[in-house]
């Protein structure tokens, strides 16, 4: 599954090294909320491998558009299953401010009929 998104380059992090044969290096970047900043999103993506210099020419506050997929891993340990979801960035583009906010996809209007009425303790499902 291929997707990109458009942003603000808010935390870029160090390589870790996790074994002689496997890296990968963290950031996140800033998606803005048009009708309300307060609700920004922060979105966290993975570089791994040889993509993790892909970060070097970019600094943080820099508008970026990331080309990613997201993959999901489970794991069993103990009788226990988890169930893991990455966004694995493969492609950095720089992009000028004027146009992260002509790719915002348009938010959805809600109201206050929107939202769901509060469950009392005794009508919850379990």
Known sequence: ????????LSVKEDIQKISERFQK??????VENEKNP?????????LIQDRCDLL??????EPVKVFFNVRG??????????YFTNLE??????????TVKENLPPMPEYTVEDIPPIMEADDLPF
Do not use: H
């Not at 599954?1 to 603000?8: L, Q």
């Not at 891993?73 to 988890?82: F, H």
């Open 73 to 82: 891993r489970k794991w069993e340990n103990n009788g226990q299953t988890s």
């Open 89 to 98: 960035a493969w492609r950095l583009e720089k992009i000028d401010a004027a």
């Open 56 to 61: 070097n020419n970019f600094t943080v506050n």
């Open 1 to 8: 599954m291929n997707y990109e998104i458009t942003g603000k």
């Open 25 to 30: 290096r963290d950031f996140v970047i800033e």
């Open 38 to 46: 307060q609700w920004n999103d922060f979105v966290k993506f993975q």
